[in-house]
């Protein structure tokens, strides 16, 4: 069967195509979502696609992907720079993550430049917009490829 990737986004970013455009592009999180899910079916990967302004429901759908869930790629919008609660329910379900922003949080205001996610995620793409996502899924599709190292043998 195939691998199930949770696809998490945070606050705001159902408005995605009218918020501002200017830092966030016009593609919508439906149109997004429909390239992300394409992208991971060329990898036989199935993509689970999910967006919530509560706190709450993202931890408790982060709870629900131990054992349904081979990884998660999480843009938690503004809880990314506040939110110790996603943080550790990211580090209680022991699954890979992958981070994605739409924007560059690195060439805004001071108070993007922390996130609580990467302190758990594997790896951060970011300021590529919605291709982002499909980037994510390509580096997840890799970390499921990569094998555990076989011990060296002995000369
Ligand atoms: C965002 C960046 C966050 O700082 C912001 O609060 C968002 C969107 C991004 O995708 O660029 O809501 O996560």
Same mark, same amino acid.
């Given at each position: 069967?195939?691998?199930?990737?949770?696809?998490?986004?945070?606050?705001?970013?159902?408005?995605?195509?009218?918020?501002?455009?200017?830092?966030?592009?016009?593609?919508?999180?439906?149109?997004?979502?429909?390239?992300?899910?394409?992208?991971?079916?060329?990898?036989?990967?199935?993509?689970?696609?999910?967006?919530?302004?509560?706190?709450?429901?993202?931890?408790?759908? @982060?709870? +629900?992907?131990?054992?349904?869930?081979?990884?998660?790629? $999480?843009? *938690?919008? =503004?809880?990314?720079?506040? #939110?110790?609660?996603?943080?550790?329910?990211?580090?209680?379900?022991?699954?890979?993550?992958?981070?994605?922003?739409?924007?560059? @949080?690195? +060439?805004?205001?001071?108070?993007?430049?922390?996130?609580? $996610?990467? *302190?758990? =995620?594997?790896?951060?793409? #970011?300021?590529?917009?919605?291709?982002?996502?499909?980037?994510?899924?390509?580096?997840?599709?890799?970390?499921?490829?990569?094998?555990?190292?076989?011990?060296?043998?002995?000369?």
């Amino acid at each position: 069967m195939a691998k199930v990737i949770l696809v998490l986004n945070g606050p705001n970013l159902n408005l995605l195509g009218t918020r501002e455009p200017s830092i966030y592009g016009r593609e919508t999180l439906d149109e997004i979502g429909v390239r992300t899910k394409a992208r991971a079916e060329t990898l036989g990967l199935t993509v689970d696609f999910r967006q919530s302004n509560s706190e709450s429901e993202l931890i408790e759908w @982060i709870h +629900a992907a131990r054992g349904k869930c081979a990884g998660l790629i $999480v843009n *938690a919008g =503004a809880y990314t720079h506040t #939110s110790i609660a996603l943080l550790d329910a990211l580090r209680a379900v022991a699954l890979p993550v992958i981070e994605v922003h739409l924007s560059n @949080i690195y +060439a805004r205001e001071d108070f993007r430049r922390y996130s609580y $996610v990467s *302190a758990v =995620a594997n790896g951060l793409i #970011s300021g590529f917009g919605g291709h982002g996502y499909e980037l994510a899924i390509e580096a997840m599709a890799r970390l499921f490829e990569r094998k555990p190292q076989s011990p060296k043998k002995k000369k």
